[in-house]
């Protein structure tokens, strides 16, 4: 799987590191976030779903 992130509409807030119950292993948020260590990552998608710019697409492969 993959996290997509927007990049022209992430606005950096930081809620999708805030929300994940992995947060502080997965998200990486400096002005814009990136989704790393995927490997802890449990596609529960919550990260999507709260983010208010609508900037992240978990991909399921
Ligand atoms: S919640 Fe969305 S807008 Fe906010 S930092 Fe995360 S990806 Fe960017
Ligand atoms: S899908 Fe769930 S565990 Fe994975 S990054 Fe998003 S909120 Fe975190």
Redo the contacts with the bound molecule.
Sequence with gaps: MRIE?DQK????????REVCPKGAKIWD?NK??KAKNLEFCHVCTICAS????R??RVVRE
């Design positions: 992130v509409k992430c606005t950096g807030c930081g809620l999708c948020v814009k976030a709260k983010c208010p710019e900037a992240i």
